[in-house]
């Protein structure tokens, strides 16, 4: 069962436009929201990420958009760059307990920018 | 470089085998992470120790096991490998009270 549902599985946006990568959740325990860039040959690194009680976050061209009574949070590139082309995985924790720090991901967004 | 080393990179090995994996966490953090990442799969939580304890198992095989070790390096043992084995395993790991998991570069296994 995939308790983060994520799309699209692959997106191409032409250099300077927004990519905008979806994703869906059920579980209400998740309290932390990152997402992840991952390049080919390459372990996943932190980008940016969101708790629920704000809404918005930005960080330079990323900004996550949270909306909690959906259970959904976006990704939004702005100004894409060739340099952006990775595979982009959402991904979700569960509050406290002795999961603490597991992380349930998507299945990944593999984004192409084409100059 | 996010400081977690994994080490083979690579490993070719035949079905039946017997591989382990080995981590060196980002210096002083306790919690190590094990993920399978596989094409149909996408990233899967495996297991997560804590200071040499085990703290929580998620879809890991019994023919998988995992330990930490004293100076908190990790190593997830592989057993009796099959082909659907084939896949990248990545260890993570968080300092204590961060949010932050950092990962290593991964090692891709493929069983034969």
């Known amino acids: 069962q995939q308790q983060v549902k994520q799309s699209p599985q692959s997106l191409i946006v032409q250099k300077g436009g927004i990519s905008i990568i979806n994703c869906a959740y059920e579980n209400t325990a998740f309290d932390y929201f990152p997402w992840y860039q991952q390049f080919p040959g390459k372990g996943p690194a932190l980008l940016i990420a969101?708790?629920?009680?704000?809404s918005e976050k930005k960080e330079g061209r990323f900004t996550i958009s949270f909306n909690k009574s959906a259970k959904q949070f976006s990704l939004h590139i702005m100004d894409s760059q060739p340099g952006d082309s990775a595979t982009y995985f959402c991904?979700?924790?569960?509050?406290?307990?002795?999961?603490?720090?597991?992380?349930?991901f998507g299945r990944g967004t593999q984004l192409t920018v084409w100059p | 470089d996010s400081g977690v080393t994994q080490t083979p990179k690579h490993l070719i090995t035949a079905t039946g085998q017997r591989v382990t994996l080995r981590c060196s966490p980002r210096?002083?953090?306790?919690?190590v992470y094990w993920y399978q990442q596989s094409l149909d799969q996408g990233l899967q939580f495996l297991i997560q120790y804590y200071n040499g304890e085990e703290r929580a198992k998620g879809n890991i095989l019994e023919r998988f096991s995992a330990q930490q070790f004293p100076d908190l390096h990790s190593e997830l043992n592989l057993s009796s490998l099959e082909l659907g084995d084939s896949a990248l395993y990545f260890c993570?790991?968080?300092?204590?009270?961060?949010?932050?998991?950092?990962f290593g570069q991964g090692t891709r296994l493929t069983v034969v």
């Open positions: 210096s002083g953090d306790l919690s």
């Open positions: 991904a979700a924790r569960p509050r406290g307990g002795s999961t603490l720090g597991r992380l349930y």
């Open positions: 993570a790991s968080r300092g204590q009270g961060s949010t932050e998991a950092f």
């Open positions: 969101i708790r629920p009680d704000v």
